[in-house]
Nanobody, 120 residues
Framework: QVQLVESGGGLVQPGGSLRLSCAASGSISRIAAMAWYRQAPGQQRGLVAHITSGSATNYADSVKGRFTISRGYANNTVHLQMNSLKPEDTAVYYC??????????????WGQGTQVTVSS
């Protein structure tokens, strides 16, 4: 059993910052890539940022230069530092991870999501 739990969402004014965190727990043998996705009302879920086990990163064009993804390897965490937030960043943000457990091969796991609202 694996759980991903996100934290750090909330309401922020345009131009402000938020830091999202996600902690993976359970019978984890190894974590490969981790990522953040987001879904705004009426839109499909899309990739925001991705980080490999070797710390290579990839970002959606809309967040490049404003968001930074990082990993905490010691405690199976991933973070998303979001700066210069815009109203169009408003969405539910989901953590995802490709995990091998002691019982199963690698598969994708998802968190429940955390709401980020950017509004004055």
């Amino acid at each position: 059993q694996v759980q991903l739990v996100e934290s750090g969402g909330g309401l922020v004014q345009p131009g402000g910052s938020l830091r999202l965190s996600c902690a993976a727990s359970g019978s984890i043998s190894r974590i490969a890539a981790m990522a953040w996705y987001r879904q705004a009302p009426g839109q499909q879920r899309g990739l925001v940022a991705h980080i490999t086990s070797g710390s290579a990163t990839n970002y959606a064009d809309s967040v490049k230069g404003r968001f930074t993804i990082s990993r905490g390897y010691a405690n199976n965490t991933v973070h998303l530092q979001m700066n210069s937030l815009k109203p169009e960043d408003t969405a539910v943000y989901y953590c995802a991870a490709n995990i091998r457990t002691y019982y199963n091969n690698f598969r994708d796991y998802w968190g429940q999501g955390t709401q980020v609202t950017v509004s004055s």
